[in-house]
């Protein structure tokens, strides 16, 4: 797969425009996904918001997002949100309100089990 | 890749922290549970750790963590777990917070050869965590070579923590270990079920 690098003199605060902080709750898991892929669009982005926007079409978590782009986890966020923001792609809210939600746990709990 | 093709169709991911001190087989884990090959996210740090991260002349492991490795399993159609190992050495401990936000539990791994080693782990999720977690002995060639109460007296671990041994190249072990974890935090977080619908999927 093709990753491209940032060139190694582009500071992360280059592509951010200084940003550090995101509108949505983007954790290392949260998925992302594009609700509709324009090509035309794509090629109309910047190369960093490009390959996350083309990642994003098979639906990945932002830790995959970053890794998969080679773009550090902070830069992606703030990426992914502006992306989020314009409606380009779509930032998953958790479906269970809390991560010890009883049935997310019994389902995760029964998915391994399985495994086991 | 996690199935996207229905707008409608809303997928659910959850976390699980793998901490434990530098080699005690956290990438192992991992890789043993993944359906995809270990993803790690080396741009989070540009120096390599190698003169910090002295291996073990008789250790297997020929690779070493630099920042994190990841990795998922897919449970159910719309239910993707993803297990993420925690960078071992101090100087990435602020990822640990990040790391640990949203985390349904974490398994602090240990290798009874270097206990010191998962201290401080033992420690962040005693003090500086609300993650329940679980303490897993790595037995590795499969060989449990200390009683877990001797154990625990050496890690002080509280009597309340959940304590286990396994191979971590296992992938049924490492499946049984992390059924412990959840159900740790089932235990811990017990409470009455609050009415909450979930959340209704975007249109």
């Known amino acids: 797969m093709a990753t491209p690098r940032t060139h190694p ?10 940003r550090t902080v995101t509108r949505h709750r983007l954790l290392v898991h949260t998925l992302v996904t594009v609700p509709y892929y324009d090509p035309g669009l794509a090629a109309a982005m910047l190369p960093e918001a490009r390959t996350l926007y083309e990642q994003a ?60 | ?7 409608e169709h ?38 390599a750790g190698t003169l910090d991260d002295p291996l073990e002349p008789d ?7 630099v920042a994190m490795d990841f990795g998922r399993r897919t449970l159910a159609d719309d239910l993707v777990l993803y297990l993420f190992g925690t960078p071992g050495q101090q100087r990435f ?25 998962s201290f401080a782990a033992v420690n962040y999720f005693e003090n500086d965590s609300t993650v329940p977690f679980v303490v897993g002995v790595n037995m590795f060639h499969g060989e449990q070579t200390h009683r877990l109460d001797a154990v625990r007296q050496a890690l ?25 974890v959840v159900e740790h935090s089932m235990a811990r977080t017990a409470r009455p079920a609050p009415p909450r619908p979930m959340a209704p999927a975007l249109r």
Request: aromatic content about 4%; glycine content about 8%; proline content about 4%.
């Open chain 2, 156 to 180: 002080s671990l509280h009597e309340s923590v959940p304590l286990c041994a396994f191979d971590a190249r296992d992938r049924a072990q490492v499946a049984g270990a992390l059924v412990g």
């Open chain 2, 59 to 65: 250790s297997d492991k020929s690779t070493t963590t």
């Open chain 2, 10 to 47: 809303s997928t659910t991911t959850a976390k699980i922290v793998v901490a434990g001190g530098f080699g005690a087989g956290k990438t192992t884990l991992v890789s043993a549970i993944s359906e995809i090959p270990p993803i790690n996210t080396e741009a989070w740090m540009t120096t």
């Open chain 2, 93 to 117: 401990w602020p990822m640990w917070d990040d790391l640990c936000r949203g985390a349904s539990g974490a398994l602090v791994l240990v290798d009874t050869r270097h206990l010191d080693r």
């Open chain 1, 57 to 116: 079409r098979d639906g990945c978590s932002v830790a995959e997002l970053s890794a998969l782009s080679g773009l550090s986890l902070g830069v992606t966020r703030v990426i992914v949100s502006d992306l989020a923001a314009a409606q380009r792609v779509r930032v998953h809210a958790e479906t269970y309100g809390s991560p010890f939600d009883r049935r997310l746990l019994e389902r995760v709990r029964d998915g391994l089990r399985a495994l086991a």
């Open chain 1, 9 to 18: 003199k582009v500071r992360p605060y280059v592509l951010t425009g200084g």
């Open chain 2, 1 to 7: 890749m996690v199935s996207a093709h229905s707008p």
